[in-house]
């Protein structure tokens, strides 16, 4: 049984990270559709599906970064906005206590 955990655990993650740049692009895995495809371009840099691949890949993954720095962003200036509201509200009320 102790031999048998560690060579699942292993197992686990070598297939974990098995899948070509084509199935990576499908299950909407994009940056690692994008690194297999850049694997796959050293080994043979004319290969014209990985640079659809990659193209495709590089693309939807960059606009869903770009869309979670918006999203930060947004929520730093409500955290901002917030903590300015809480510090008016706090020194308002210590003007009108006694």
Do not use: H
Not at 31 to 55: E, F, G, M, S
């Amino acid at each position: 049984m102790k031999r048998i955990v560690p060579f699942i655990f292993i197992l686990t993650i070598i297939l974990s990270g098995c899948g070509s740049s084509k199935k990576q692009l499908q299950k909407g895995n994009y940056n690692a559709a994008v690194d297999k495809a850049v694997k796959q371009l050293r080994k043979d840099p004319r290969d014209v599906k990985q640079i659809a691949i990659l193209d495709q890949s590089y693309k939807v993954a960059n606009d869903q970064d770009n869309e979670r720095i918006r999203y930060l962003k947004m929520v730093v200036r409500c955290s901002e906005s917030l903590k300015m509201a809480i510090n008016s509200a706090i020194q308002n009320n210590r003007r009108f206590i006694f």
